[in-house]
């Protein structure tokens, strides 16, 4: 916990793959006067991420971590998260599988962000597989990580009606728009539960 203006912020870790906009989206949200959070340090598998470029605009730490060599790398990136004093990790765009181990020795809470309304539509591709699919709805979903692919609890999720003329891409950037709003809500909705 890191003391901001006299208020208690929980600090967190973002691990990102990609282009990062729920990243931006969350290091916004920590900036709201009555956010819970605060975004201390990014974590990436990709050295090419486009989200990365958030570090240096913000002015917050980041790393890239080679997820393939698990066990040491893990121990270390764990050593980090102290340091750092993270409390809760978001995954936004995280596309590795964090490893058993690494979730168990984590001292703390792991959530993700998932393009679908789980339990349905787990996995890649999701927007394709629902159109094709011909499903009424879409969404997304905050959960808590556990061991198994997008199975964690349940915190909050966003329903998202699919239109006719939907493609993969106006899906995929309406169900975006959503998660922006559901993620930070989520985050500040655990820590009150914390
Ligand atoms: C988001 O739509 C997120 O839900 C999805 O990747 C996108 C990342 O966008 N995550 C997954 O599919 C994880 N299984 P962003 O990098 O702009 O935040």
Do not use: W
């Amino acid at each position: 916990m890191t003391k901001l203006n006299g208020i208690k912020k929980i600090n967190v870790a973002v691990f990102i793959s990609g282009k990062g906009s729920n990243l931006e989206n969350l290091i916004k949200s920590a900036k709201n006067k009555n956010s819970k959070f605060k975004i201390s340090l990014i974590i990436s598998n990709n050295s090419k991420a486009l989200g990365l470029k958030f570090a240096k605009k913000f002015n917050i730490k980041k790393k890239i971590v080679n997820f393939t060599k698990t066990k040491l790398i893990e121990k270390n990136l764990l050593m980090d998260l102290k340091k750092k004093n993270i409390n809760i990790i978001c995954l936004a765009g995280f596309m590795k599988i964090l490893s058993k181990n690494f979730i168990k020795r984590f001292n703390g809470k792991i959530l993700n962000i998932h393009p679908s309304l789980l339990p349905k539509y787990k996995g890649l591709n999701t927007h394709l597989r629902v159109i094709l699919n011909k499903e009424r709805y879409s969404g997304c979903t905050v959960h808590f990580v556990n061991s198994k692919l997008d199975s964690g609890k349940i915190i909050l999720q966003k329903k998202v009606k699919i239109l006719k003329k939907d493609t993969v891409k106006s899906l995929a950037a309406r169900v975006l728009i959503q998660e922006h709003a559901l993620y930070p809500k989520a985050l500040n909705k655990i820590i009150n539960d914390l």
